[in-house]
Structure formats: structure tokens, C-alpha cells
């Protein structure tokens, strides 16, 4: 009996200290299982910009990279199904179409999209050079650069859930938008533990997009939209507005919280800076967000910033001297445009470094630099 009675209590000791043991052993290794699947498995990056601000050259800089998934502006279908509606309200189904896309989640499109049978009826999906590659299209093989008018030839009926499984083998997604108007509506990714998103805000002279837009045919849409935002019909005036008061917002938001949620996590640069220096941006840009830029591509890079690379494969419709082609509107706006448009627009002209232009000599002064120095401004 005393050795049945010792034998009890050793047993109910070992059980009492083995309990917490192995219950604290469970709960750490449970906590840690937790920990490791919300880790982002991969990065991604938001380019955000406005209507013809050289955001579709930035992000060719990136699609061009084998490990980067990319996407050109598919929260336009989310724009045009709802063209209804005044842009403030289209700003909240857009960052959710988002959301799944940087988890790789393409079902959402379906709301947007009646026939999503090809990947051809995702808009500008010629674009992307994953979707031109395998798994996407597996008649084609994966290549250093994108060959456009082989992709649409022999790509076009690929299956669009292929979209979703190419995302998945990708460590890097990539989406180049224009149409936030402020960056709260974003809030929510940045601060969702299980994204890794970092945005470059890219700013041009506004008197250079209002150039471009009277050049570029298509964006009636857009317009007729934007102007919702002030009870307007369609009005450049008010288009204008709207697009330069959505980057002093952008802005003035993310500089109040770079010391918090967006430490890291933003970065803004003039379209004007990078064309003079593409490459160092670049190299800035990959460091940004973990990626390695090869000797090719920053051969690619500088070739076609500097017109040496034809245009026979439709491999860049804007491939050219970058720098000259961000100067091109002080010879094709008047002088009386581009009052009106310093007029409606000071206060991002003011906030970026973009001088005044006070006379017709002025404006055609290629000799006088527009541009206030980095850090000056």
C-alpha cells in the first residue's frame, strides 16, 4: 500500500510538472505557426500616379524583371463598371479589387469583368510579361524581354485562371494605377500585416499632363468621371483640379506618417528627376524592395532611355530621349494653357518645385531649367 501510494504521487507529480510544460511547449510552437503564416510570403509594390505622368514607363522597369508579377491598371475595370458613381465612391471597391490581387486572388475580377474566359479580357494584359510567359501561355517560353505582337498573336486565348497560378510562382507583384485620389483609401493594405506593400508616388508637371492628355485620344471616360467629383460635366479645368489636388493629398498624408505605419513604405519622385537619371532610380527603387538588377537589364534600361532600341517589336512605344520627351510640352502647350493650368494648380507646383512661367519667352527658353533642385522645394 505505502508503495502504490508513492508510485500515485510520482505519477501526479510528473503529470503536474509535465502539464504546463507541455501545454506552454504547444502554445509557443502554436503562436509561432501563427507567426509564420501571416508572414507575407511575398512583396508588393503599388505605383501610384495620375493620367499621363510616365507611370506606364515605370512600370515597364519593373515587368521587365523575371521575378516581378505585373499588372497595368486593372482597378480600371472596377472604374468603368461603376462610371455611374462619382469618383470618391469608386475609391473604396477599387483598394479591394487590390487587396486580392496582391494576395493573388483573381476571383474578384468577376464582378467587373462579364466574360473573363481569356486572359485577353483583362485590360492591357499584352502588357504584363508574365502573362506572356508560361503559365500563363505555355506556347510561348519565358524571355529576357517582352515581345508584344507575338504575345497578342499566340497569347490572347490563354485561360484566365492561368492569371491566378502565375501570380503564386512570383515573389514580387507589381500594379501601376492612376485613379486613387488620396492615399486613406490605401490605408487599410499598408497597415495589413499579411502585405508587404510599398508604393513609389510618382508626380509630373502638371502643365506637361495637360499637354499629354490633349495629345492622347481615350480618356473621354476618365474625364466625364473625374469631373463627378465637382457636380461637373466634362471640364479640363475641373479634370485638372482634381488630378493635382489628388497628389498634394497623396503627399501631404504619407509625409504625416512616414514616422509610423508608412516608415519604409513610401517613397515619391518626380517623373522629371528620373528621366535624367533612370538607372540610379532604379537601383534605389530595386534596393526598395529586394530585387537585383542584372547587367542586361540595366543595358535594356539605358537603351531605351536614350533611342537606341526600335520600335519593330512594339517593345516600348515611348522608348526615345526621355529627357527631352519631359520637356516636349514647353513647345506644343501656349502660353495661355499654361496659365490656366498654373492658375488651377499652384499649390502641387508649389509643393513639387515647378516653376512659373511668366511670358511666352520664357516658356520657350529651353535654356531655363523649370525645375526647382531636389530638396529645395
Not at 494576395?103 to 485577353?120: D, G, L, T
Not at 510562382?169 to 500585416?193: A, N
Not at 468621371?225 to 475641373?238: G, H
Not at 518645385?353 to 511666352?360: A, F, L, R, T
Request: charged share 20%.
Amino acid at each position: 500500500m505505502p508503495r502504490r501510494c508513492t508510485i500515485s504521487r510520482l505519477c501526479f507529480l510528473i503529470l503536474a510538472l509535465g502539464c504546463p510544460i507541455w501545454y506552454s511547449g504547444w502554445k509557443l510552437s502554436n503562436l509561432s505557426g501563427q507567426r509564420f503564416a501571416s508572414r507575407p510570403q511575398r512583396t508588393q509594390l503599388l505605383i501610384l500616379s495620375s493620367w499621363r505622368s510616365g507611370s506606364s514607363f515605370v512600370g515597364q522597369l519593373f515587368n521587365q524583371n523575371p521575378k516581378v508579377f505585373y499588372l497595368l491598371e486593372p482597378t480600371r475595370h472596377v472604374w468603368m463598371s461603376l462610371s455611374k458613381k462619382t469618383p470618391q465612391l469608386i475609391q473604396a471597391p477599387m483598394r479591394n479589387l487590390l487587396r486580392s490581387i496582391f494576395s493573388c486572388n483573381m476571383s474578384a475580377f468577376e464582378p467587373y469583368i462579364r466574360k473573363h474566359k481569356f486572359v485577353s479580357n483583362l485590360f492591357s494584359w499584352k502588357e504584363s510579361r508574365a502573362l506572356c510567359s508560361p503559365p500563363v501561355c505555355s506556347a510561348l517560353q519565358h524571355s529576357d524581354f517582352i515581345d508584344r505582337p507575338k504575345c497578342f498573336q499566340i497569347c490572347h486565348q490563354s485561360p484566365f485562371e492561368k492569371i491566378e497560378e502565375a501570380c503564386r510562382t512570383y515573389s514580387h507583384v507589381v500594379v501601376k494605377v492612376v485613379r486613387f485620389l488620396d492615399l486613406v483609401t490605401l490605408y487599410p493594405l499598408l497597415k495589413d500585416p499579411s502585405l508587404n506593400l510599398k508604393i513609389i508616388h510618382l508626380v509630373r508637371d502638371p502643365r506637361a499632363i495637360l499637354s499629354s492628355r490633349q495629345h492622347f485620344p481615350g480618356l473621354n471616360v476618365d474625364d466625364t468621371i473625374l469631373s463627378k467629383a465637382q457636380n461637373s460635366s466634362k471640364n479640363i479645368s475641373v479634370v485638372m483640379q482634381e488630378i493635382c489636388q489628388a497628389q498634394v493629398r497623396i503627399y501631404k498624408a504619407a509625409s504625416q506618417n512616414l514616422s509610423s505605419f508608412l516608415k519604409d513604405r513610401y517613397l515619391m519622385v518626380r517623373y522629371e528627376d528620373l528621366v535624367k537619371d533612370p538607372l540610379a532610380y532604379l537601383r534605389e527603387w530595386y534596393d526598395y524592395i529586394g530585387l537585383s538588377l542584372s547587367p542586361k537589364l540595366e543595358s535594356w534600361v539605358y537603351n531605351i532611355t536614350h533611342g537606341t532600341i526600335s520600335n519593330d517589336r512594339g517593345l516600348m512605344h515611348f522608348s526615345g530621349d526621355s529627357l527631352k520627351i519631359a520637356q516636349q510640352w514647353r513647345k506644343k502647350l501656349s502660353f495661355q494653357k499654361v496659365k490656366e493650368v498654373q492658375k488651377l494648380c499652384k499649390q502641387e507646383m508649389d509643393m513639387f518645385g515647378y516653376q512659373m512661367v511668366w511670358d511666352e519667352e520664357h516658356l520657350k527658353n529651353m535654356s531655363v531649367d523649370l525645375i526647382s533642385p531636389q530638396g529645395t522645394y
